[in-house]
C-alpha cells in the first residue's frame, strides 16, 4: 500500500490524501457525537421494542431496493440507446457491475468502467452515456437539495446565517445553470470538437450531443422518480427504528443528507459510508434525534441499498471482459 502511494504522481498524491483527511475528519465527527450520546446497543434495542409492526416497514425497505435500481437501469437504458441498443435486463446488469466497481474505486470510476465494461463495442461512447447518466442524477439532487436547504432555513432559523443564505444562492444559481447547460450542450460540443489537444477525446463525450429533448426529459424524469424513491427508503428506515418527524422535515432533512452525499468525493472500499452518518448527525441535530437511533437508520439504508447490490453485482463483475 506504501509502495503504491508513493508511486503516485504529487497531484494524484494530493488528492489522495485530502480524501483520506476528509473521510477522517467524518469519522471523527461522527465519533465525537456518538461519545456526547453515548452510544449502546440498549438504547437501539429499546427503540426499536417501541415500533409497531417494524417488519412491514423493514419489507418495503427491502422492497424499494431492486426497483431504486431498477429505475436507474432504465436511465442507463434510455441514454445508451445513442450508443448501443440493449435489453432492460442487459442495462440492470451493467449497472449492478459498476455499483461493484464503484465499492472499490474511487468517484465515478468504478460506476463507469462497470457499465462500460458490460458492452462488447462502442464502449469509448458508452463512457459519454455513462457521465450524462450520472451528471443527472447528480442535478436532480442539486435541485431537490436547493429546495430542502430553503425549507430547512425557515424551521432551524438559527442556521439562516449569511453563510447559509448565500449557500441557497448557490444552489438556485448552479440548478439555473443547469438549465442552460441543457439548451447550450450541442453548441458546446460543437466547440469542444474544434478546441486542439481536446478534439481527441470528443468520442467520449460526442453523445450528448445527440440526445434529443425528448430523450433528455424522459431520463431526468426516470431519474426524478428515483430520487423519490430513494426518499422513501430513507423515511421507512427512519421509521424501522423509531424515529417519528413531521413529514416535511423528514423529507428536507433527507434531502439535505442526499445532497451531501453527492457532492461528496466516494472513497474507495467505503462508497459513501461515513458522508450520510456525518450529514445525518448534523441536518436532524435541532430535532432531538438521539445520535445512536440515527446511525442506526443511516446503516440499515446503507445496507439495503449499497452493501446489497452491490454483493449481487459481483456475480456480473467476474464476467466482465477487460477487452473487446
Known sequence: MFSFVLSLKPGKK??????????????????????????????????????????????????????????????????????????????????????????????????????????????????????????????????????????????????ATPTGQWLLVLFTILSLGGVGFGLVRRRLVRWLEKRPGLNQFSEYWNVAGLYSDKEIGLALSVAGLRYVIFLIQFYLAMRLVGITLPLDISASGIGLVFLAKTITPAFNLLSDLGV???????????????????????????????LTPVLVGLIWVWKLKISQ
Do not use: C
Not at 291 to 300: D, G, K, R, S
Open 14 to 159: 494530493i488528492i489522495l490524501w485530502g480524501k483520506i483527511a476528509v473521510f477522517v475528519g467524518l469519522i471523527a465527527y461522527i465519533g465525537y457525537v456518538l461519545r456526547q450520546q453515548q452510544f449502546d446497543w440498549t438504547t437501539v434495542r429499546t427503540q426499536l421494542q417501541t415500533v409497531d409492526h417494524p417488519e412491514r416497514w423493514a419489507i418495503t425497505l427491502l422492497v424499494l431496493t431492486p426497483i431504486n435500481w431498477g429505475l436507474e437501469a432504465l436511465k442507463w437504458q434510455i441514454l445508451l440507446q445513442r450508443v448501443q441498443k440493449t435489453s432492460f435486463w442487459d442495462a440492470y446488469r451493467g449497472v449492478l457491475a459498476g455499483v461493484s466497481l464503484g465499492f472499490a474505486l474511487p468517484a465515478q470510476l468504478g460506476d463507469t468502467a462497470g457499465r462500460v465494461l458490460s458492452l462488447r463495442t462502442n464502449r469509448a461512447e458508452a463512457v459519454g452515456a455513462s457521465l450524462v447518466s450520472g451528471g443527472m442524477q447528480f442535478y436532480v439532487a442539486l435541485v431537490f437539495g436547493a429546495v430542502a436547504w430553503a425549507h430547512h432555513l425557515t424551521v432551524v432559523p438559527e442556521r
Open 276 to 306: 450520510r452518518e456525518a450529514a445525518s448527525l448534523w441536518v436532524f441535530a435541532p430535532f432531538g434525534v438521539q445520535a445512536p437511533i440515527l446511525i442506526t437508520a443511516t446503516l440499515t439504508l446503507w445496507i439495503a441499498n449499497v
